[in-house]
């Protein structure tokens, strides 16, 4: 009814008068039609016409139905028929049927209009529900893009904060390296200045033996002296005598893991995990084996930042082996290893990054291997690496 | 006059180090004197004889830059051979530019640190040498009397016995007499001599 009604009134004026005529033309049809059978049924026909009309072609085609259809009442059916006559006793009966179309038509008219502004206030209410909704929208927008944009800030943090700690270990190092280099290499130049002296005097034509033998001695007191430099250095290292108690090999791995996850998302590398649910404890320094586990995922995610053609995925398994060792492998499917450079892999100082150091693997084969397991690495140039190591579990002896 | 014999120093905190040094410079017969510290060192009396200074850059107390420092502002010039373990540009830039002869990183190859003793030796000896030529002339210009420097200063510019005699106020057999002396004193042997020893006398006063 909504859009009969809609559709109605959208009509052009002329269209909306002639309906309006029309209906009226066929409630007389009907009238006349049916005026035997029914008992002149005109009194019915004609105020529903009025009021189809009125609600449908709009006010004006109201009036000009109820104007029509009186005049053509009172000339078809308001004795004396076909004439605009009419007895003196039915003039009460017309003046009620005609203030009836006026009424009937007044009534649906009003009903119309309240409707009509009914419907203008739905309307409105619904634009201004979109333009509430709108706004709602774009808020929500905002703060999603804030939340991206800080989320953003603390990914940048993270990698400075990494970089930060890098540049401090690098610091540390370099001062305790340039440190250790004046003390051994200050034995060593004793060395070389004794030596030069000692074959000096050896070259002699008569050899000065004593003198000679004089500089080799001091030769090996400064030899002495950088050896015991370096035992002291040793020492030093050893102050921190790593703990080993049973760690289980999983919950390490997971615990590592979650530190390099920043880094993992900014460079978009996923990390895969297929951890073998029976694992044997094993027996380690915890620290240790986190700094040997965080170097390997931290190398694999680096070895992927420049692939494109392919998922950057770290997956990362842990399995029983067959002696009751743990292995633990991290494979990457990052750049690859040339052959050249997987010989020197775990040299110290030697590196393929323009600002890696070249202590991470050196350091962490030392430590699998202070704990009697061995560390080691597989992989195919463009496909990727395989780092990995075992540990004895926790029953076997120490090494 | 036999000049003395040429003495290294060395000067360095590490006693195996000087010990290796002294005995290496020893080996082809030269003197050594070993120093532990920059101080030991200045408090010396230092014989009169050409010499080198081998220096330790890295030494507790006064480092050897800051002695070649306070050597060269106490007028003392002694050819200097840095040895250093940690060798870097701006210190060797800075010891060079104060006049070092060498700088030398540890371990020192024993013949390079010898060849440079030989060129440090050489280039002192010949600067003794210019000092001592020059201290020469400086007596023997002192002995001359006031009036003798100003019969000179007018003879080396060129004016005749006459004109000189006009300009002093005195006669020219005076001039003659003083003239004489001045050649003596300077043991200058022609007039053009007396120039160049003049000339060298003046250049050297300036500096």
């Known amino acids: 009814m909504q859009a009969a009604h809609a559709a109605a009134s959208t009509l052009p004026a002329v269209w909306r008068y002639l309906l309006a005529t029309a209906l009226v033309a066929a409630a007389l049809f009907l009238s006349l039609v049916l005026q035997d059978a029914f008992g002149n049924p005109f009194w019915f026909f004609f105020p529903v016409v009025v009021i189809a009309a009125t609600w449908y072609c709009g006010k004006g085609p109201g009036w000009v139905s109820v104007g029509v259809s009186t005049v053509l009442v009172l000339y078809y059916f308001i004795p004396p028929t076909r004439s605009f006559n009419i007895k003196p006793r039915d003039i009460p009966f017309f003046f009620v049927f005609a203030a009836c179309q006026v009424v009937s038509n007044r009534l649906v008219s009003w009903r119309r209009e309240t409707e009509d502004s009914l419907r203008r206030a739905r309307d409105e209410l619904g634009i201004r529900v979109a333009e509430r909704t709108a706004e709602l929208k774009q808020a929500n927008e905002a703060l999603l893009d804030r939340i991206e944009e800080q989320k953003r800030t603390q990914d940048a943090l993270l990698v400075t904060r990494t970089e930060l700690t890098r540049v401090a270990r690098i610091t540390t190092i370099g001062e305790l390296t ?3 280099a004046h003390e051994v290499n200050q034995p060593l130049a004793a060395v070389v200045a004794n030596g030069d002296a000692c074959v000096a005097w050896l070259s002699h034509s008569t050899p000065n033996l004593s003198e000679a033998r004089a500089a080799a001695e001091r030769m090996i007191q400064g030899a002495t002296r950088a050896s015991e430099v370096i035992v002291r250095i040793r020492s030093l290292i050893n102050k921190a005598t790593p703990e080993r108690t049973p760690v289980e090999m999983n919950k390490t791995i997971e615990e590592t893991v979650a530190l390099a996850n920043g880094q993992a998302l900014a460079n978009g590398v996923s990390i895969v995990f297929d951890l073998s649910p029976d694992l044997p404890a094993v027996r380690a320094d915890r620290i240790q084996l986190q700094q040997v586990i965080l170097n390997l995922v931290m190398n694999g995610i680096e070895a992927m930042t420049s692939v494109t053609d392919r998922p950057r995925q770290l997956l990362i398994r842990s399995q029983r082996e067959k002696a009751g060792e743990v292995r633990v492998s991290i494979e990457d499917t990052g750049i690859g290893v040339s052959a050249d450079a997987m010989g020197r892999l775990f040299e110290p100082f030697y590196t393929t990054r323009p600002q890696g150091m070249g202590m991470g693997l050196p350091i962490s084969r030392s430590i699998i291997e202070a704990h009697g397991g061995r560390l080691w690495a597989e992989s195919a140039l463009s496909q990727g690496s395989v780092f990995q190591f075992t540990l004895p579990n926790e029953d076997r002896p120490e090494p | ?88 540009i701006p210190m060797s830039v800075r010891a060079m530019k104060e006049g070092a002869q060498e700088f030398l990183t540890k371990p020192v190859r024993g013949q390079d640190l010898l060849d440079a003793v030989q060129k440090a030796v050489e280039r002192d000896r010949g600067q003794r040498k210019t000092r001592a030529e020059f201290e020469e002339l400086r007596a023997r210009f002192d002995s001359l009397t006031p009036r003798e420097k100003e019969v000179l200063d007018l003879v080396v510019a060129g004016l005749l016995n006459k004109q000189i005699a006009d300009e002093l106020g005195m006669s020219e057999l005076t001039v003659k007499t003083h003239r004489a002396h001045v050649m003596e004193k300077t043991s200058a042997d022609s007039l053009a001599h007396l120039v160049r020893i003049s000339e060298k006398l003046k250049t050297s006063l300036q500096k």
């Open chain 1, 178 to 180: 340039a440190s250790i």
């Open chain 2, 1 to 88: 006059m036999k000049e003395p014999d040429p003495i290294v120093f060395v000067i360095d905190d590490d006693r195996m180090i000087r010990e290796g040094l002294q005995s290496l410079i020893r080996s082809v017969g030269l003197r050594v004197e070993t120093f532990a510290s920059a101080r030991d060192f200045q408090a010396a009396k230092r014989p009169d004889a050409p010499a080198c200074l081998i220096l330790d850059v890295r030494m507790p107390d006064v480092s050897g830059l800051d002695l070649q420092r306070q050597l060269n502002e106490a007028n003392i010039h002694i050819p200097v051979i840095f040895i250093t373990g940690h060798g870097d």
